[in-house]
């Protein structure tokens, strides 16, 4: 091996990080990294205006379905209270995770407003 041929081998090795700290080099090749690619299809200008008018009537036809709202029960109202009573106001967090009250679903967001309208229209 001559002493070019040496240094070219020299440049061609890194270490390799690890999470424990070793000293082990491995051969790197310069050919082994892929080189990103771009395909593009030229379609003739008239055939454009076609293609963005095809998509946005497309979009214009999805229509987004919202989850019907599911009615409380007195059994969630009594679970409510109980874990207000056992957390404190403002813990829905909390509450969602205490195994024994089960809200069927429903998020820390759903607690809230359901407390307030209890609150509202219902003081006990």
Request: aromatic share 6%; hydrophobic share 30%; with cysteine.
């Amino acid at each position: 091996m001559t002493q070019d041929e040496n240094i070219q081998t020299t440049k061609n090795r890194k270490t390799k990080r690890r999470l424990l700290a070793t000293n082990f080099i491995e051969d790197w090749e310069i050919d082994s990294c892929r080189k990103p690619f771009l395909s593009v299809k030229r379609i003739p200008e008239n055939d454009v205006s076609q293609v963005t008018c095809q998509k946005s009537m497309e979009t214009s036809t999805i229509l987004k379905k919202r989850k019907s709202p599911r009615k409380w029960t007195d059994k969630l109202d009594r679970h409510l209270k109980r874990g207000v009573k056992r957390h404190g106001v403002g813990r829905w967090a909390q509450m969602l995770l205490d195994l024994d009250l089960n809200f069927q679903g429903r998020t820390g967001v759903m607690l809230k407003d359901r407390w307030r309208t209890l609150v509202k229209y219902h003081p006990d």
